[in-house]
């Protein structure tokens, strides 16, 4: 059954510091997106993507955060200046149609920000 | 304010029974609502979507109802089994762009 992926599964980087983490979404879809999920809280929409530019973001992706596909495969989601507060797990997601789509999420990769 | 609430307790029910999980909602006026099935570490596996004019859909042991008046979503497992086990979210759709508001989720425990 064809699935996204995500890696890294754990980063762990300082204060500061830039991180990439990457996701291939299935190959058919066309929609792309970014969740993430604070320890213990609820998962938050962060940004999603469409025909290489962001069809909507929410007010957590802010300057500092910048998505890209590269190339036809690889989703990526840049946190430029890492802070304490982006510790989180960050989910990508992918969908078929941008309408009324199931949305099939990655197992995420856990940003642990010292 | 906008609020979107689950059970926060978990649900313990026996392995047979039906489970009931409850999606209620404030200041919204979703499009659709989905529910989400996550095991611990793991990312959201899709399990059900309803569309804001269907009263209820079913797929296998699940079955979804969405009160738009009473602004609430029931989500029900037959013949609940052990591997059942995990925590269910549910998440609003307000325009069908999949940028989905989700609830806290609320943790199912089946036993033998």
């Known amino acids: 059954e064809p699935e996204v992926t995500q890696t890294p599964s754990h980063q762990v980087t300082q204060m500061g510091q830039e991180v990439i983490l990457r996701c291939v979404p299935i190959s058919n879809h066309l929609y792309f997106y970014w969740y993430r999920q604070i320890l213990g809280q609820k998962v938050e929409f962060l940004v999603s993507?469409?025909?290489?530019?962001?069809?909507?973001k929410s007010e957590i992706f802010d300057d500092q955060f910048s998505v890209e596909r590269p190339d036809g495969s690889n989703f990526t989601l840049k946190i430029r200046s890492t802070k304490l507060e982006d510790s989180a797990m960050y989910f990508c997601?992918?969908?078929?149609?941008?309408?009324?789509?199931?949305?099939?999420f990655g197992e995420g990769s856990r940003l642990t920000v010292l | 304010s906008q609020k979107i609430e689950q059970n926060s307790e978990a649900l313990n029910i026996q392995e047979g029974k039906t489970a009931t999980l409850t999606c209620n909602y404030t200041n919204y006026s979703p499009a659709y609502l989905q529910w989400y099935r996550q095991d611990p570490g793991r990312g959201p596996v899709f399990l059900l979507l309803?569309?804001?004019?269907?009263k209820e859909k079913r797929k296998e042991r699940l079955k979804v109802t969405f009160d738009t008046t009473l602004k609430q979503s029931l989500f029900h497992i037959t013949a609940s089994q052990p591997a059942d086990s995990a925590t269910y979210l549910c998440a609003l759709d307000l325009a069908g762009y999949n940028k989905l508001i989700f609830g806290a989720g609320t943790r199912l425990a089946v036993h033998p």
């Open positions: 309803i569309r804001e004019n269907e």
């Open positions: 993507f469409y025909n290489n530019e962001i069809s909507e």
């Open positions: 997601a992918s969908s078929e149609a941008e309408k009324v789509g199931e949305l099939f």
